[in-house]
């Protein structure tokens, strides 16, 4: 019997090789998108899901409670760690950490390396696997370092005998020896944090200066507790620690007029999971994780097989027009509900079956550029565990038990003398229209995100930021030499070329520099009675004038004035914080008095951080015994190129064996915004994909209106209906599905995308405009599709349509 179903099943399907070729086609390109994105979300869920003791491991915050209203702390002071240890119970394993890079040279051989300072607690919290060397402790002493199989080869060319080895690393101006103690597995691709070398916490730079020091904070830490120890223990334990060592600061808020949160404190201790710790956002002054990344690709996902299903079942019906005769005459013959059943979900069965494969094998062809283009590192591996693969065959069943069973089950209450004649009554189908509604719905909805997506991300890429992002270009200070030796060698050795019109350096980058870092830091002081928070930023001379920043009142930092290594020049918004007096006659006492700080200049405010971030107060120092990471060049807009390559000459020159890591800052702030890139370019996918996939059904469903309605045709055009008005007649009833989807999509459409602009300071309008061009572009293609086959029906010689009635 079941070699019965699976021959009929295949003559049909080879009958109808027009409709099996676009269902065929359909759900191959479906699958093939749908096994590609759900691979890639379940890599983006992936993250941190390695680590062994995962779900007693966390990562430490402090909420504060300030003037400004809540904030979030994950940088904490150096002696922290070792007083939480000691005086807070509950606490199994804690360690800090800070990611940096460090030039680590060996014989005549230098590497820029991403490091990982921690402490040795980080490998009994965390699981990287030691390969080589001391595998109980890979930071056996303070000056030993780890590093991971791969830095090995880079360093030594092999990973045999490398433990033991001696090289070495510049910590901050000074170069340091360090042996190599252990040799560490790749970090997993899913790893929230990634080194090419680890280095103890106490070998950092900063670490002497600040090891008694509560109110320099530059570091996260780590922490797992002990089992049986709950979150909620923990955070009460701290409470009486915190008011202790934060009494001053507690006081200084309160001062200062801070509310307390709904427990009455100021200042409280959290944890947040380490499996959490990839999605977690603590910009609000709240914490946040939000999964919306992963779970929005996943929706797409099931909408794209969502679609595609819907027009297998609606082809289905289509096709079930042709069999009529075929199921009265085996009705005739004594079949039953049940075998009509089987039939219709065997040919399910091998359509499913044929497109699943050809998923799978197109899937595997786009996997490179598909990684290429979405920017991810995820893999088959993630779609081919156990769980993963029941729940994929358990859809499946269930799709094709749908689609194959919804035909067979309106076939089986068909009459048999209808049946014979040919007869089915679907053109009230609720289910079918109910179908073709949803899935423009789905297609207006994807084609607003595109829309708004786009727009925002070009907003973003053309707002005035403040400063000259299109002819500076910043450049890494990643070798040897002292940070500003490099600024001024590079200005003697460009000195000459009319092309470059500017040069300078600062401690941080704007916008992610081909290095990929990105930082910044935060300084607070007391002003007239009261605390003030700024971004601090330290610069060498002519930043203002290289990056075209707008001087509003005083002057920037100038060679002619001995005394501007105890100046300042402020942000307007910093301006604002200090008060209504004249900014150029503000003093500012630091270090307990001890020095005095004079405003001479405020600059016009500049999007020094992120574009979706409001600007917030930023103080430019210029003290040279503070390095500068960053150097600034800025270049004439004609021979880009040209004074591009002389730049990256005059590097090699002055650096010759660090890499040069130069780029424009529209590069730089290109990146900031990589992630909304790769939303926009998913969704732009799948709203093309879902309106072609929505076409394809519609295009069956009117191949079937227009065989009913053949004879109907016939007459109107034999008592003079002209084409155009037969096509209108045939097509406006799709065109009103399609306007009660876009009446239903579009405030969804607005509301889910207000909210997602919510998360930018600065955002594009969302304008009425997004949604009506929406839905008259899905308007526009379902005319088209429809049109094309009832203009073709409404040109037929009517004389045939009737005789073949």
């Not at 947040?272 to 939000?290: C, E, L, N, Q, W």
């Not at 079956?353 to 062809?365: I, T």
């Not at 935060?522 to 007239?528: E, P, S, T």
């Not at 997602?756 to 405009?769: G, I, K």
């Amino acid at each position: 019997m079941l070699k019965n179903y699976f021959k009929i099943a295949w003559r049909n399907l080879i009958k109808n090789r027009v409709f099996s070729l676009a269902n065929i086609v359909g759900l191959s390109c479906a699958f093939a998108v749908a096994i590609l994105l759900t691979m890639t979300a379940l890599f983006e869920l992936s993250f941190d899901q390695f680590h062994e003791n995962k779900d007693s491991a966390y990562q430490l915050y402090l909420s504060n409670q300030t003037p400004r209203g809540s904030e979030i702390s994950t940088s904490n002071p150096v002696p922290l760690a070792p007083a939480l240890k000691e005086e807070v119970s509950g606490i199994k394993h804690i360690a800090r950490a800070v990611s940096e890079d460090v030039l680590v040279t060996y014989n005549a051989k230098e590497l820029s390396l991403d490091a990982e300072y921690v402490d040795p607690a980080y490998f009994d919290i965390f699981t990287y696997p030691i390969l080589l060397g001391n595998t109980e402790n890979p930071l056996p002493e303070k000056n030993t370092v780890g590093i991971t199989e791969e830095t090995a080869k880079k360093i030594f060319g092999t990973t045999d005998n490398v433990v033991g080895k001696t090289i070495s690393l510049k910590m901050g101006r000074d170069e340091q020896p360090f042996t190599i103690a252990s040799v560490l597995a790749e970090t997993p691709k899913n790893s929230s944090v990634d080194f090419e070398i680890v280095v103890p916490f106490e070998s950092h730079p900063d670490y002497l200066s600040n090891k008694d020091v509560w109110d320099s904070q530059f570091h996260p830490i780590y922490l797992q507790l002990e089992k049986g120890v709950s979150v909620a223990q923990f955070e009460e334990n701290t409470i009486p620690f915190t008011a202790l060592h934060y009494k001053g600061s507690i006081e200084s808020e309160i001062r200062d007029g801070a509310v307390p949160d709904v427990d009455g404190r100021y200042k409280q201790f959290h944890l947040m999971p380490i499996a959490d710790r990839h999605f977690a956002s603590y910009t609000s002054g709240v914490a946040k994780v939000d999964r919306i990344f992963p779970y929005m690709i996943l929706g797409i996902a099931f909408v794209i097989i969502f679609i595609v299903s819907a027009n297998f079942i609606n082809m289905s019906i289509a096709l079930s027009e042709k069999r009529l005769k075929e199921i009265g005459m085996r009705k005739t013959l004594g079949a039953i509900k049940k075998q009509l059943f089987f039939q219709f979900w065997m040919e399910s069965l091998v359509v499913f079956a044929a497109s699943v494969l050809l998923g799978l094998v197109a899937s595997n062809l786009l996997l490179n550029p598909f990684k290429t283009l979405f920017r991810t590192k995820a893999s088959f591996s993630d779609v081919t565990q156990p769980s993963v693969i029941i729940l994929f065959v358990l859809a499946l069943f269930i799709i094709t038990l749908i689609a194959g069973g919804y035909p067979a089950l309106l076939m089986s209450k068909l009459g048999t003398l209808k049946a014979l004649k040919g007869k089915l009554e679907v053109g009230r189908n609720r289910l079918r229209n109910s179908l073709i509604v949803l899935q423009f719905v789905i297609a207006i909805i994807l084609i607003s995100g595109t829309l708004v997506l786009h727009g925002q991300i070009e907003f973003m890429r053309n707002k005035d930021l403040g400063y000259n992002k299109e002819q500076v270009v910043s450049i890494p200070l990643n070798g040897k030499k002292n940070s500003y030796s490099v600024v001024n060698l590079l200005r003697d050795e460009l000195e000459g070329n009319p092309d470059i019109l500017g040069v300078s350096g600062a401690d941080n980058n704007l916008g992610r520099g081909r290095d990929g870092s990105q930082s910044s830091s935060m300084m607070g002081f007391d002003y007239k009675g009261r605390g003030v928070i700024t971004n601090a930023l330290t610069v060498d001379y002519d930043y203002a004038k290289t990056l075209d920043l707008q001087l509003v009142s005083g002057r920037a930092f100038d060679r002619d004035f001995a005394t501007d290594s105890l100046s300042l020049v402020i942000n307007e918004t910093m301006a604002k914080q200090l008060g209504d007096e004249d900014p150029l006659s503000i003093r500012i006492p630091m270090d307990d008095g001890a020095v005095t700080y004079s405003v001479i200049g405020v600059i016009k405010d500049y999007h020094f951080q992120e574009i979706s971030r409001q600007i917030e107060p930023l103080t430019l120092f210029m003290n040279k015994d503070w390095d500068l990471y960053y150097a600034y060049v800025k270049v004439a807009p004609k021979n880009v190129a040209k004074s591009f390559d002389a730049i990256k000459t005059a590097w090699g020159k002055i650096e010759p064996q660090a890499e040069f890591l130069g780029s424009f800052l529209d590069e730089n702030v290109d990146r900031t915004f990589r992630r909304e890139k790769t939303m926009a370019t998913i969704v732009s996918s799948g709203s093309v994909l879902g309106i072609l996939l929505s076409c394809i059904g519609l295009f069956a469903i009117s191949m079937l209106v227009v065989a009913q309605r053949t004879k109907e045709i016939g007459v109107r055009k034999v008592v003079g209906a002209s084409v155009s008005s037969v096509a209108l007649l045939l097509t406006k009833d799709f065109l009103k599905l399609v306007g009660i989807a876009f009446v239903i999509a579009t405030p969804i459409a607005w509301y889910f995308l207000n909210e997602w602009l919510q998360n930018y300071a600065f955002h594009v309008t969302l304008s009425p405009l997004f949604f009506m061009g929406a839905g008259f572009l899905a308007t526009l293609i379902a005319f088209i599709t429809v049109g094309t086959r009832t203009v073709k029906a409404a040109s037929a010689n009517p004389v045939k349509s009737l005789r073949t009635e």
